[in-house]
C-alpha cells in the first residue's frame, strides 16, 4: 500500500492568533492515524518568536501528543534527527523568503521533502501555507506583495489571506491578468486546503462561511471556484 502525503496549508487563523478554538489543530493531529503524534513547530518565518512557541506549546500541550520545536537563531539541533521522528510539521507564519533562505542554508527544504515523501504530514499558516507549493504570493517586503518560488512538494500557486488582507484580491486579479501567473489557489482566513497526494482535497473551514478557491482568467474575467468543504 502506498504511503499517503498530506499538506494542510492555513489561509490565516489558529493558535498563532488564539489559543481557545484549536478545531484545525484537532484535525491536523487526526491526519497522523497516532494515538500520540510526535508535532513538531518551525517558527523559522518570525525569527523564532518567543510569544509564537508560548502559544504552540499552551495548545498542543492539551492534546495527546508530543510537541516540539526548531530553533535556527539559538543553538541549532541535528535536523535530520529530528525530523526522522516526526509525525506532522506545522510552520509558522511570518516572513517567507527570510525563513526559506535560512532552510537552504541548512539543508531542511531537502529533509523536509524527503519526510514528506515518506507519509510526514506537513502544514502551517501564512508562510507555513505557501512553502509548500511550487509559487507562493507572500508580503515579505515591506512595499508590495510578490510571486515568490517556494519549495515545490506540490504543483500550484497559493495565496493565503485571501479574504482578510485587502490588497490579495486585486493582486491575484493583475497577475493573472499580466500573466504573471496562470491560477492560484486562494485560501481564506480562518480556512485551510488539505492536499493529499499532492492535489487538493477539501477545504477545511474553522471559521464562519470560510472557503478556499482555484482562481483563474478566462475571457477577460477573473474566476473564483470554491473547492468542495469540510466545515469543522
Excluded at 143 to 148: G, K, M, S, Y
Excluded at 158 to 166: F, I, S, V
Excluded at 171 to 191: M, Q, R, S
Aim: glycine residues 10%; negative net charge.
Amino acid at each position: 500500500m502506498s504511503t499517503e502525503r498530506n499538506i494542510v496549508a492555513i489561509g490565516g487563523g489558529g493558535f498563532g492568533r488564539i489559543t481557545k478554538d484549536n478545531k484545525i489543530e484537532k484535525y491536523i493531529l487526526s491526519l497522523s492515524k497516532k494515538d500520540k503524534p510526535n508535532i513538531c513547530f518551525i517558527p523559522t518565518a518570525t525569527g523564532d518568536n518567543d510569544a509564537y512557541k508560548v502559544n504552540y506549546y499552551d495548545v498542543f500541550t492539551k492534546f495527546n501528543c508530543n510537541p516540539s520545536h526548531i530553533d535556527f537563531f539559538k543553538r541549532t539541533m541535528d535536523l535530520s534527527s529530528h525530523i526522522s521522528k516526526q509525525d506532522i510539521v506545522f510552520v509558522g507564519g511570518g516572513n517567507t523568503k527570510s525563513m526559506l533562505a535560512v532552510w537552504r542554508d541548512w539543508g531542511l527544504d531537502n529533509i523536509l521533502q524527503e519526510a514528506y515523501n515518506s507519509g510526514v504530514v506537513m502544514s502551517g499558516v501564512s508562510a507555513g501555507a505557501i512553502c509548500w507549493f511550487e509559487k507562493g504570493i507572500t508580503d515579505s517586503w515591506a512595499d508590495d506583495l510578490a510571486v515568490i518560488e517556494c519549495m515545490g512538494f506540490v504543483d500550484g500557486i497559493c495565496c493565503p489571506h485571501y479574504d482578510e488582507e485587502p490588497e490579495r484580491r486585486p493582486f491575484v486579479k493583475k497577475a493573472l491578468e499580466n500573466n504573471t501567473i496562470d491560477h492560484c489557489l486562494g485560501v481564506e482566513g480562518n480556512c485551510a486546503l488539505h492536499l493529499k497526494d499532492g492535489v487538493p482535497f477539501k477545504a477545511i473551514n474553522f471559521g464562519s462561511n470560510k472557503n478556499s478557491y482555484m482562481v483563474t482568467h478566462t475571457e477577460g474575467n477573473v474566476l473564483e471556484k470554491s473547492f468542495e468543504r469540510i466545515d469543522l
